[in-house]
């Protein structure tokens, strides 16, 4: 039994939580694991793959190096991850945007199963993966030679990396790099609204969500009313599909199945119902606490702590009662 994590994409994500997350998944099953990470040769990559040597748990760091490697497409990535396969009886990558798109491809390239969003690890045979978008559990014994899986970054304890300076734990080993299929290029790209921008923490790395809903009544209410909020709690700013459909916010805020997926401290839902397309982005939220008018919306189902009341006059009156209260930290 041997088990391979596969870094998230970008060098400097390398480490980061997701990754980490995934390594921590790994530590469950009981094996040795070692992680794998690809990017451009030069001194990032070396510099990732250092930090990578020293997370606990990791017993070998595979890297391979290419100017195709410095922005991979999911086809490239699945290949390369591909020809390390064979060692192995688990593979985990985070469930992030970038491997949901690969580790499919890399399912097919290997003629095995795919088991998405796992949220526990039972032993290294059994697994519960989450399905119909968080609204059932499914416990499940793959029988195939390798499990390969996806794993929800916010249930498994991130593993540790031994402090800067310190020791690399993990043997460094270079496996060659294969040719660009070129089956696909990204022409540009652009920083999302609200990823980090004005002082303002991303969505998915914020400890605290404010997210509006259609309930808002409009673009023009949705920033006055929940940017002093998030601004105050400093929060990144959500919105569910139907605030983005109608207009309230860029889709990069939308939460939810088609969105992104959240798992903040504090999550406030201001004047929306809770759909289970909406919950399946911020379900696994430490504090949820509910802003909407009628007492029967299903958002109040999750939520710790409710409020039925109108959000245009209930937010001033939060601001206000929040007065000089510390922010969320820690
Ligand atoms: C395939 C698919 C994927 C989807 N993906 C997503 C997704 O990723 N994210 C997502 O969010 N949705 C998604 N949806 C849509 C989802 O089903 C819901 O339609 C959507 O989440 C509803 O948004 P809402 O809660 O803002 O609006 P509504 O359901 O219209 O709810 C508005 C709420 O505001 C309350 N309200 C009204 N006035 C006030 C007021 N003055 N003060 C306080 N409360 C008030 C109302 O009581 C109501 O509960 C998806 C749907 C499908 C079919």
Redesign the pocket.
């Known amino acids: 039994m041997r088990s391979l994590v596969l870094a998230e994409r970008g060098v400097f994500r390398t480490t980061g939580p997701a990754t980490l997350a995934a390594a921590g998944a790994a530590a469950r099953i009981g094996a040795e694991t070692d992680l794998l990470v690809a990017g451009a040769e030069d001194g990032y990559l070396e510099r990732a793959v250092s930090e990578a040597a020293r997370i606990q748990g990791i017993s070998n760091v595979l890297f391979s190096a290419a100017a195709h490697y410095a922005d991979p497409s999911p086809e490239n990535i699945a290949a390369l991850a591909e020809s390390a396969a064979s060692r192995y009886s688990h593979i985990l990558a985070p469930s992030t945007a970038f491997w949901r798109s690969a580790l499919p491809r890399l399912a097919a390239l290997l003629g095995v199963a795919q088991i998405s969003d796992v949220v526990a690890v039972e032993s290294p045979e059994i697994f519960t993966h989450s399905v119909y978008s968080g609204s059932a559990l499914v416990r499940v014994r793959p029988s195939d030679a390798i499990k390969l899986m996806t794993v929800r970054t916010s249930a498994f304890k991130p593993a540790a990396r031994e402090e800067e300076g310190k020791e690399e734990r993990a043997r460094i080993v270079r496996i060659p790099a294969l040719p660009d299929q070129a089956l696909s290029r990204i022409v540009s790209r652009k920083a999302g609204e609200d990823e980090g921008k004005g002082g303002r923490p991303g969505l998915t790395a914020a400890r605290a969500v404010v997210t509006g809903?259609?309930?808002?009544?409009s673009a023009e209410a949705y920033r006055r009313l929940l940017e002093p909020l998030a601004e105050r709690l400093g929060a990144a700013l959500g919105a569910?599909?139907?605030?983005v459909d109608s207009g309230f916010a860029s889709h990069d805020r939308?939460?939810?199945?088609?969105?992104k997926t959240v798992a903040p401290r504090l999550y406030v839902a201001?004047?929306?119902?809770?759909?289970?397309?909406?919950l399946?982005?911020m379900r696994d939220s430490r504090i949820i606490v509910a802003?909407?008018?009628?007492a029967d919306?299903p958002?109040f189902q999750v939520a710790d702590c409710g409020l039925v009341?109108?959000?245009?006059s209930?937010i001033p009156e939060l601001l206000e009662a929040l007065g000089d209260a510390p922010h969320i930290s820690g």
């Open positions: 809903g259609r309930g808002l009544g569910t599909r139907a605030a939308q939460i939810g199945q088609t969105g201001a004047g929306l119902s809770g759909a289970i397309q909406h399946a982005g802003i909407n008018s009628d919306a958002i009341a109108d959000a245009a209930a």
